[in-house]
DNA sequence: TCACTAACGGGACACAAGTTCCGTTAAGAT
DNA sequence: ATCTTAACGGAACTTGTGTCCCGTTAGTGA
C-alpha cells in the first residue's frame, strides 16, 4: 500500500493538479449543459479541457464519478439568502430563486442531468443528496423563525416546509413541457406557506 | 418510397412482431431497474429478450428510444381510480398510489431511470409528458367533483391541485435518500388540500 | 393453400470507447 | 537550489458497441 493509494489528488493537490481537476469539471458542466447525461463523453471532456484523455479516465473513470465530483464542487458554493421578516416573503425569495435557476438555460440542464446521473449512481446519488441537504439547512432558518414569530405551530418540520417549495417546480420541469414561470414559482411558495400554517408539516411526538 | 418507410413493425404488426415487441420491453423494464438508463444495453436486452441483437438495434437504435416506446406502452395501462367522496380521502388515495409505485424496488428503479431518459433524449421527454398528462387526467375528476361541491373555491386549476400531490413525492424520490413512506402520502395529500383550499391554485382570469 | 415479402437473426465488419505502458513534467519536502 | 515521486499525457493496444449483408422465418392477402 503506497501513498497514492487514496486516488490521483490526494498527496499533491495544489497546482497543476487543482487547475487540471477545475478545468475537467468547468468542461464537464458545459457538455452535461449541451448534451445531458448521455452527452458526457469522457474523451470529448478531455478535449475541451485540453487535458490528456489518460488524465480524465484515471481521475474519475466514469460519467458518474465526474457527476459526483461536480455536484461536491456546486455544494460549496453557497448562495446568500434574502430575509425580508415575513414566512411567504421568504419563500417566495427561495422559489424565485429556484425557478430562475431552473428556468435558465444552462442551469436548468445541468441539474437535469444531475439528477439523472444519481438515478444512475450510488455515488453521484449520494452527492445529490448532500448538495440538497445543503440548500435545505441554508433556508431552514426562515421557517424556524417562522415558528418563533408565531407564524406557524410548534413542532412543524422546517426542513420539509423548505422542501415543498422546491417539490413543485422540480416536478414541474422533469415531467411537463411547460416553462418555470414566476407564477409557478409563487404559487409553490404560497402552496407551501398554507400547508404549513394548516399544520400539515407538524410532527406528532410521543 | 417503399411500404416499409413507415420502420419495421408498421405493415406487420401482428404476431411475431407483436411477441418481439412485448420481449423487449419486457426485458428493456427489467435492465432499467437493476442498472438504472447507464444500465440499459441494447446488445443486453436482446440477449435477455432472447431476440436477435440487430433486430433490437433497428426497431429501436437507441436506449432513450426504447424507453421512450416503454413509456407509451405503460400510458396505455391505466389503473381504477377510487372514489371517497371527499377530496382529502381521494388525493390520500392517490398518494397512496403513487407512494407504493415508487416505493416498489422495480417500479421506483424504473420510474427513476425513466425520468433520467427524459432528460437525455427529445422523445423520452415526450412521451413522459404524454404518460403524466394521462395520469393527471384520470385523476383531475377527483378535484372537479371537490369544485362542484363547494370543498374548492370556483376557479381551480384542477390538474394543478393532482400535480401537487405527487410532487413532494417525486422530489423526496430523486434528491434524498429517504425512504417513501405512507406517512409522506398523506402529508403530501393534505398539503395539497390545505393550499386548493386556500386558494393557491385559483387562476386569475380578465 | 400458396405466393409474396415484411421482419427477424446470425455472422462479419468498422469504429470508437476505454485501458495499459512508459516517458515527461512539476508539486512538495529538505 | 535540489531531490523524490505524484500526477500528467502521448501512443499503442484491447474491448465491445453499433452497422451491414444476406439467408431464413412467418404474417398477410388472394
Known sequence: MTAASAGPGAVRPGGRTARVRAAVLRAAGDALAEGGLAGLD???VARRAEVGRTTVYRRWGSPANLVADLLADMAEQSLP?????TLAGDLRANARLVQRTLADARQGALFKAMIAAA????????A???FYDTRVTEWEPC????????????GTDTREVIRAVSAPLYYRLLTTGEPLDEAAADRAADAAVAAAKAGVFVTAQP
Do not use: N
Open 143 to 154: 421557517a424556524r423563525q417562522a415558528v418563533a414569530r408565531g407564524e406557524l405551530p410548534e
Open 119 to 126: 438515478t444512475c449512481d450510488e455515488q453521484a446519488a449520494a
Open 42 to 44: 469522457l474523451a470529448d
Open 128 to 130: 445529490l443528496h448532500r
Open 81 to 85: 439568502r434574502t430575509e425580508t421578516g
